[in-house]
């Protein structure tokens, strides 16, 4: 089972504040990632991390901005939330090259 | 453009017999491919994977088939349970961890 956790699970939130998504995982993975989901739709990668202090856009434009300073964290900020915003967002870490192990989800809601 | 197509949104099979997802990639430069299953409110956990160097990998009830001359994957779950009903992400790699996904399959397995 994997140890990924990502808070809160859900969120709703008024047009203009700021929020923080939290990703933490405890398996001591390098690589991270932060993926973007509407329903039915494709997973699409926003951003993603190989290390501490590495970090790099993903192929999804995304006006969000992340940061690593530790290894077992991955936390994404939006600014100023609008509700195109409004999506899953997806954490996830891997150690090998291609498998990656998923957190639970945040569902945000932009009013 | 999407690289990876799951073109069945749904898929409906009954208990103790054969589901069969199928996936289709116009990148001939994919690799590796991976299977997923998602629940409602969960992240994906992985399932199954495969190599582009083989065209078969089983794993108990679930095998994938991969036809390169085709471009096509698919994944067998025999006999399917109703504990499989979720949603079933198709994803690829090109000699890199960053995974590009299908739109996925909901299978349902009635009793």
Redesign the interface.
Known sequence: E?D?Y?TP?YLVIGTGKKITLECSQTMGHD?MYWYQQDP??????IH?SYGVNSTEK??LSSESTVSRIRTEHFPLTLESARPSHTSQY???S?WL?????????T?LTVL | D?Q?KQNS?SLSVQEGRISILNCDYTNSMFD?F?W?KKYP??????LI?ISSIKDKNEDGRFTVFLNKSAKHLSLHIVPSQPGDSAVY?CAA?AN?????????TRLQVFP
Request: proline share 6%; with cysteine; hydrophobic share 35%.
């Open positions: 994997a990924i990502q699970r690589k039915g739709m494709e997973l699409h990668l993603y993903g192929d997806l954490c996830a891997s090259l291609n498998e990656q192990f998923f957190g639970p989800g569902r | 999407q990876v949104p590796y991976l997923y409110a969960e992240g994906p956990t992985f994977s992400f790699s890199t961890d960053k995974l590009i996904f299908g739109t996925g």
